[in-house]
């Protein structure tokens, strides 16, 4: 079974830009969700997708927007980037029974750490 | 509004102890509550996870106590190991509503297992 897979590692952006982060679900999940943990923070829900749309959101501004592609996998766009983007980016997927719209337990991928200068 | 409140921010314990960390919520919605195990430079990892049916759960060394009533639960860590050194995440989400508001965490408890 593969877990949750991330890319990049690491990125550094300068304020202005425009960042894609990727995520790989486990195999299995049909949902993934991203969350922002600043430093010394817990993390912070930023929306969820499934079936190839966004099925949530928390309380951050539309420049954050996401894909969710048909082999569950999902990106993360952030455009206008500003410094207090710098954070980690988790991404977590899990499996949503269609029938019952029940969400079982969120599993987390190794995070991109992103730098905005 | 911070809807998942941790305690203690930090905590040391000397090896074989008892690691206690607890944490209240407000939103009666939720119907799972997780705790997340999260070492340097890694992602969180699920550690253990109620349902507010039952009010006690067990694996291995880590227990869930869970109070309805009060609106808490909290992890107890048993003969701590200094493997156990990381920071713990208490998160909350309601899971039959299908979880489309996210996991809510806590803002973390950094465990030092002093050997």
């Known amino acids: 079974e593969t877990g949750v897979t991330q890319s990049p590692t690491h990125l550094i952006k300068t304020r202005g830009q425009q960042v894609t982060l990727r995520c790989s679900s486990q195999?299995?999940?049909?949902?993934v969700s991203w969350y922002q943990q600043a430093l010394g923070q817990g993390p912070q829900f930023i929306f969820q997708y499934y079936r190839e749309e966004e099925n949530g959101r928390g309380n951050f501004p539309p420049r954050f927007s996401g894909l969710q592609f048909p082999n569950y996998s999902s990106e993360l766009n952030v455009n206008a980037l500003e410094l207090d983007d710098s954070a980690l980016y988790l991404c977590?997927?899990?499996?949503?029974?269609?029938?019952?719209?029940?969400?079982?337990?969120?599993?987390f991928g190794p995070g991109t750490r992103l730098t905005v200068l | 509004q911070q809807q998942v409140k941790q305690s203690p921010q930090s905590l040391i314990v000397q090896k074989g102890g008892i690691s206690i960390i607890n944490c209240a919520y407000e939103?009666?919605?939720?119907?799972?509550f997780p705790w997340y195990q999260q070492f340097p430079g890694k992602g969180p990892a699920l550690l253990i996870a109620?349902?507010?049916?039952?009010s006690e759960k067990k694996e291995g060394r880590f227990t869930i106590s869970f109070n309805k009533s009060a609106k808490q639960f909290s992890l107890h860590i048993m003969d701590s190991q200094p493997g156990d050194s990381a920071t713990y995440f208490c998160a909350a989400s309601s899971l039959s509503g299908g979880g489309a508001d996210g996991l809510t965490f806590g803002k973390g408890t950094h465990l030092i297992i002093q050997p």
């Open positions: 939103n009666t919605a939720f119907d799972y």
């Open positions: 977590a997927s899990s499996l949503k029974i269609l029938t019952s719209g029940r969400l079982y337990e969120q599993f």
């Open positions: 195999s299995g999940h049909n949902t």
């Open positions: 109620i349902r507010p049916d039952v």
